[in-house]
Nanobody, 124 residues
Framework: QVQLVESGGGLVQPGGSLRLSCAAS????????MSWFRQAPGKQRELVAS???????DLADSVKGRFTVSRDNVRSTIDLQMNSLKPEDTGVYYCNAQILTTGSAGDSAWGDYWGPGTQVTVSS
């Protein structure tokens, strides 16, 4: 069974920094895209950053120049370095990955997996 576990959330003042990490574990044959999403109170979940298997990165316009994303294919991890944090960055941050694992019939199958989320609060 595949699991994603996030860490690194917390409370930080505006202008501060946080680093989020996410690790995938279980029976993993391959991981396609790994991404970070966030959901603010009363708003829809939105894509923050993603890293393709080949290393291409994409960042939401709202975080460009402040956030960087990196991925370690050997350790099956994705990190999100968040600098110059703003109150509008507050929300629950979720890790997402498309993972090839063992299917219910014993063959291999792709699945879309989510972590439980980690809270990021930017407030003075």
């Amino acid at each position: 069974q595949v699991q994603l576990v996030e860490s690194g959330g917390g409370l930080v003042q505006p202008g501060g920094s946080l680093r989020l990490s996410c690790a995938a574990s279980g029976i993993i044959y391959s991981i396609n895209a790994m991404s970070w999403f966030r959901q603010a109170p009363g708003k829809q979940r939105e894509l923050v950053a993603s890293v393709a298997l080949g290393g291409r990165t994409d960042l939401a316009d709202s975080v460009k120049g402040r956030f960087t994303v990196s991925r370690d294919n050997v350790r099956s991890t994705i990190d999100l370095q968040m600098n110059s944090l703003k109150p509008e960055d507050t929300g629950v941050y979720y890790c997402n990955a498309q993972i090839l694992t063992t299917g219910s019939a014993g063959d291999s199958a792709w699945g879309d997996y989510w972590g439980p989320g980690t809270q990021v609060t930017v407030s003075s």
